[in-house]
């Protein structure tokens, strides 16, 4: 009988774009479950977080309903409290054996309580890079191809580049 | 184009029972997603609440594999301000039109922000009971037919029932 | 030149009654100004605290219209740490030099801190009663001859007699 | 039978100035009546937020004392939590039909949830700035002229300047 | 070399009293090292708790002052979320290789995590119980043969049985 | 009879090193017993604040084993809410009498609560300073000799500069 392999990763998905989800089809192709975390859940409307936590879990879904892979969406609130933070992660969640990402602070933490922690492929850095879609976003350039389909959509239909532009207007 | 019907039902799910999983069955006829909210999230360790929300996402997940049904599993904490209670709910999740509750405060609350709120449709209430299969843990009576095969697996796994035994034993 | 006497009543005020406005008109002849400290504010639409506290922070504006006092309203939420109430209550209301409670907790929390308290003078306890209000509200009974004549328009406008009775109705 | 016209405006008030005097003066003519949001308002005893939400209120209420306006004055503490902010507000206000904000989160935040939004009329912003005055206070610069006589009264009632200059003075 | 040996103890102390002070005296001689953890550290003010956790933690240190054991004191608050409790504790403490309690969900929560629990050897349950000191306090009984000596002076100091006598009185 | 002195100092202690260690000296002289508070104590795993609240505790706890001072240590985390954190220290301490600060808020917010404050006798500022030790830390420069042998020890048993190295390394 085979052990199931579950595996979390945690990002803010500001928003989902298209070197995410070659990540997630990589990471896909090597367990048999992946937990997603939506890091920073409570923060949004703000330049560098624009979208909800309930937005972006939409934009996930939708992007990913044609991989062949089961997973689990979680909201993952900061907390302030470092030394905590696996514990409320570990609350949420299903049990998991493996954590990717590529962030300092993330990787000590689990690596402190005995988590094998590895880094997750990057596809063409340069392009796909949520700060570089969220400026492109602001400056009426061209997006939409570094995202998937189904997030076009997804910020459309919220209006999410309207936001955006809105949020960055001087106070008055 | 046919617009998403996408409801939200909220439930404690301690555990995940099969008048759970017939109700969800049901509506799953009804509309196109479905977001399940793990109420009491927070809660856990206790002889009403014994199992965490990780552990209750994992017997949902486990339980509609074979249910052709699209839906999000979202942990929802208590936070004792119903006021805001809604929005919290709307800010963790993608948008819904319908809920699906028989609890009269969440119906009061839903409906007060124009929500169609409906009565979920219960199935043998008599025997499908959170609350009854959680004494028969504790009386040592059977329990296994009364939920989901996946659900037993994920007890047996995390020892729940030993760990609702030892909940119950005195302080000393 | 004369001192300002300002004296601190905090309640619960669901709703917002007869016996309370005869208090706060007593107190009115003695102080320069009145905080109204609106405790458990985060609470509503429970059975025993229907009201939110914007909601009750009209009933009692609208009752003290005609009444020649200048007063504070203020939101007191809970917090479980009596200890520091006191605190959080100075950080939020303008400075006070008299508290007025028919509370042992409040009380003795303000008493420690060297603060005068002194019992308010109730006004027909046995009719004039939150409970007994809400109680009448719940059994068709009439209740509008309790309160104040704009509490009565305020309830209505919220429909807080059908929010009641709708939070007593059994779940399902 | 007219309906009430019930404008929100939120600011910081540190402190309360005749620009913001003015506005306020100016909203009267228009609306019914006026909630006054303190926001930020657990924040004091910084350079930046000087003034307890206490003082503050006092600010208020001591200026508008002689104007034709019946207002409500609200604490409204930060969440970090945008997406439930516009609800926090309105469980502790009584509700509202109009919003004034020159701030771009707190317009975008409110007119997502369907409120009109105005921009108040802001009145020589060169010289009515909280900024500014706090500025003339560290420096010994004459700040009275800039705010109302009772703000001057309650800052020296406090010793708000001492309190800024200490708070300014290098640690140790 | 030796390895360190450190207990961890958790209780209320409402108030310490000598079966506590036993139960102590005989822990010291099995471990290096006590952490002595102050639980429901931000009540206090009630029937039940009625002493802060500083003044709880003072009674600890002055009775424990000569018995050769060193310790340490910390608050630990109740969290409403229990499967991240023992992380919390950990977070403030030195790190423990035991832990003594003898109620069933602090041991379930520690051994859950890996942690060897014992109970504690109780002295005298029937005369040392801090439910049933309060209760004399309240009815003017004898108590203090109950308590260690310096318990007895912490409580006088702050006249505690005075407290507990005016948070009885009925609400008025 | 002699009234006791009690004293507190706060610190942040990342890490705990000689100039902590004489400042406490110092003071041990001045009073009786000393409340020493790990403020910031929910904050560890950052470059400013590498150790969490018990590693701390450990480290002051070591160090002072010789000194002959009686001393409580108590964890005391950031509240954002200036006004009453002097309260939130008060509720979790024992009684003090004089504060030992370098740091103008703490001074401020003591003082506006009729505390004595003094300002604690520095020690080699240059040398002995947090910052710097974490930035030999880093830099792999000697930082042995700024704090006491048993800190050494401490971080040493936590890997406590591998820790802050791995924090310190590049997002991927």
């Not at 595996?7 to 997630?24: C, D, K, S, T, V």
């Not at 990471?27 to 859940?41: K, T």
């Not at 340069?126 to 995202?147: D, F």
């Not at 389909?149 to 209006?159: A, G, L, P, W």
Request: a neutral charge.
């Amino acid at each position: 009988m085979k052990h199931t392999t579950r595996a979390l990763i945690i990002g803010r998905w500001q928003p989902f774009h298209n070197g995410h989800y070659e990540i997630i089809k990589k990471i896909s192709q090597e367990v048999d479950e992946l937990i997603i975390g939506i890091g920073s859940s409570q923060r949004s409307h703000s330049l560098k977080d624009p979208f909800t936590a309930g937005e972006r879990m939409m934009m996930i879904s939708k992007s990913l309903e044609n991989l062949n892979i089961r997973y689990y969406t979680i909201p993952i609130s900061d907390i302030d409290f470092n030394a905590i933070w696996v514990s409320c992660v570990e609350a949420l969640t299903p049990p998991f054996n493996q954590v990717y990402t590529g962030n300092s602070l993330v990787r000590e933490l689990f690596t402190e309580k005995g988590y094998v922690v590895k880094k997750p492929e990057l596809y063409n850095r340069a392009e796909y890079s949520g700060t570089k879609i969220r400026e492109k976003m602001l400056n009426n350039e061209n997006w939409e191809h570094l995202v998937p389909k189904s997030v076009v959509d997804v910020i459309n239909e919220i209006d999410g580049v309207g936001r955006i532009k809105r949020l960055n207007e001087k106070d008055y």
